[in-house]
């Protein structure tokens, strides 16, 4: 009797603790795609770039700030170059004519295939334990250790090579590891009996000295005082706008040259991403990190983006948005949303069962405000009762659109007027919108497609490349499409680790981004973060500020510390594929269509110039 009357008490108390909605404001278990992914994002391109994705029917013209997911694939045409992020210090580019497709990106992997063109890995730093490979017709090369590496394909050769102090280990199709040392070069011609040679790399070409020169610049600490290091996108806001300190919010950017009545959010598309689900896609080109970590704050009169203290490890999220839902007003339900201000949760609409619905401050690492109140990090919070968000309350900071036109398309938003706010609520869960193939296109449909020899060209692998088939079925996309370029890999053997950590070149705490959010020691958090716990900031006027801004088109000047705009790298040079396989630099007839750099960018190295031609507007 008396062990009857404990089960019955363990019950009563486990029904308690999961009441409906009733959850802690501490970060529960997180799933793979929520707290240890940070997509490789598509951080540059120039000239006629095309991008695929699983699910679409057709390519479409890609777009800077693209987030990736296994299965992606990006093709450069004549004159194309692209550019991908996949760590805070680690690049890889994309010359002209070259298919490059991701296969899979894990926390400590990623993995990429060739098909076609020349490519380069600028890799400043990698962690240990971390493992970068690259999957041609004719090898499977593996890099566990900093340096710059180039790939270079023909019709039946891939030519390998390390640079900068950067080795890996290339595999053929026959199975048979061959290392590559520094300053090395490894050319692999045929597929079942293999021809291997190895000698001396040739010297860097001006392609290679463009990376080298682009790289350097993106590393540059521009931000550092104001967010984490391990932050991607956060170069682009110097050029874009600038910091300020707001009270109570601490650091804020603020976008320029944005329109009279401009909000976050509204100037961009839905995307379907097969990892996060629906991700927003935003035009500008800094685009990024406002839109993936911190939060939208309206203060005197404007929009700004706090990123709230600097966490080491910041966590990515595919949008920071409150949905709103309400009465069905016409046929066609409208999907409203707003930016999420300071410290308030996310209300996830992705990932795995237990973590949809439940409030999260992944990567948060300032106070977490519930209903215009901070909250401990142990508070039980129950969902259903989240309901005060506070920049819904900002006038014309909810758009919306009608629910057959959300995930199709740039986005045609659609005001709401104060009384029709009061009327919605807040989605707490899973979007009741299911996605189209157009929901896995970055743009519109685009002229450029890669052949079809390119497209379904085998590679050599060491892992099965990630298929998300099964899952974007079960949404309704892939059944009728466009044949996607091809997956098939002839697995090989993965080669042993033998390299060690390698520190990175100049200092970073950076990695492949993790989960986690341990605040910067180096950096305090602003006032409502210590000692007692403040009512949380309302929208509208504060003290006075130092130059009148009542309208929210008015924004700071853009400069960088010393008072000038900050201008970006030139655009890449021009490239002749049979100079480079020589190893031999351009000729003086190109550097004489070269112009001279403008003013604030990176110095120019040997004396050449970068490649005439108009750099490739921002996206407006």
Do not use: C
Request: proline share 12%; no cysteine.
């Amino acid at each position: 009797m008396r062990s009857r009357r404990v089960i019955v008490g363990f019950l009563i108390l486990a029904i308690a603790v999961s009441g409906p909605g009733s959850i802690p404001a501490a970060d529960p278990p997180s799933p793979e795609q929520s707290s240890e992914i940070t997509p490789t994002r598509v951080s540059y391109l120039y000239g006629e770039v095309s991008f695929w994705r699983p699910g679409a029917q057709e390519w479409a013209e890609a777009k800077t700030n693209t987030p990736l997911a296994p299965g992606d694939v990006l093709y450069t045409g004549p004159d194309g170059n692209a550019e991908l992020q996949i760590g805070p210090r680690a690049f890889v580019r994309a010359g002209n004519a070259t298919q490059i497709g991701l296969d899979n990106d894990e926390p400590d992997f990623v993995q990429f295939r060739v098909t076609a063109g020349h490519a380069a890995f600028d890799v400043r730093e990698i962690p240990a334990g971390h493992t970068v490979e690259i999957d041609t017709p004719n090898a499977a090369f593996t890099i566990e250790r900093r340096g710059y590496y180039h790939v270079d394909l023909t019709e039946d050769t891939t030519t390998f090579r390390a640079h900068r102090g950067g080795s890996a280990t290339a595999t053929p199709a026959s199975g048979t590891a061959a290392a590559v040392a520094p300053n090395q070069q490894i050319v692999i011609s045929g597929g079942e009996t293999p021809s291997v040679e190895t000698g001396a790399a040739p010297p860097l070409t001006q392609w290679d000295r463009w990376n080298n020169q682009r790289t350097a610049y993106l590393i540059q600490p521009t931000n550092a005082q104001n967010v984490s290091p391990a932050m991607y996108g956060t170069e682009e806001l110097a050029q874009h706008g600038t910091w300020r300190t707001e009270e109570t919010y601490g650091a804020v950017w603020a976008p320029a040259s944005v329109p009279p009545g401009w909000v976050p959010y509204s100037r961009g598309r839905w995307i379907w991403d097969p990892r996060f689900g629906w991700t927003w896609l935003d035009a500008a080109p800094w685009g990024w990190a406002p839109y993936h970590y911190g939060r939208w704050v309206f203060v005197r009169g404007y929009w700004g983006w706090a990123p709230g203290p600097v966490v080491v490890r910041p966590v990515y999220a595919p949008a920071l948005v409150v949905f709103l839902g309400g009465p069905v007003a016409v046929a066609a339900r409208p999907v409203h949303w707003a930016p999420l201000g300071w410290g308030e949760p996310v209300i996830p609409w992705w990932g795995r069962p237990g973590f949809v619905g439940v409030a999260w401050w992944g990567g948060w690492g300032g106070p977490r405000v519930v209903n215009n109140v901070v909250v401990n990090r142990t508070t039980t919070v129950n969902v259903t009762n989240i309901n005060v968000y506070s920049n819904v309350n900002v006038h014309n900071a909810v758009v919306g659109v009608s629910q057959d036109r959300f995930g199709r398309g740039p986005i045609q938003t659609t005001r709401v007027d104060d009384a029709q706010v009061r009327e919605l609520t807040p989605v707490r869960g899973a979007l009741q919108v299911k996605p189209v193939a157009a929901s896995a296109m970055s743009a519109d449909r685009s002229t450029l497609t890669p052949p079809a020899a390119t497209r379904y060209r085998t590679v050599v692998a060491t892992r099965t490349p990630r298929d998300f088939s099964p899952a974007l079925r079960g949404q309704g996309l892939g059944t009728e499409r466009e044949a996607s370029p091809s997956a098939s890999a002839r697995i090989v053997p993965a080669p042993k680790r033998t390299v060690a950590a390698t520190p990175p070149e100049g200092s970073s705490s950076g990695q492949r981004p993790r989960g986690g959010e341990t605040p910067n020691p180096r950096r305090p958090e602003p006032s409502s973060a210590r000692g007692a716990a403040p009512a949380a900031p309302r929208p509208g006027p504060r003290a006075a500020p130092a130059q009148p801004e009542s309208e929210q088109s008015k924004r700071p000047p853009v400069e960088d510390s010393s008072g000038g705009r900050k201008m970006g790298p030139p655009p890449p040079p021009p490239r002749n594929s049979a100079e480079l396989r020589q190893g031999r630099p351009h000729g003086a007839q190109d550097q004489r269509r070269h112009p001279e750099a403008k003013q604030g960018q990176p110095p120019q190295h040997g004396g050449e110039r970068p490649a005439e031609g108009k750099e490739k507007q921002p996206e407006k």
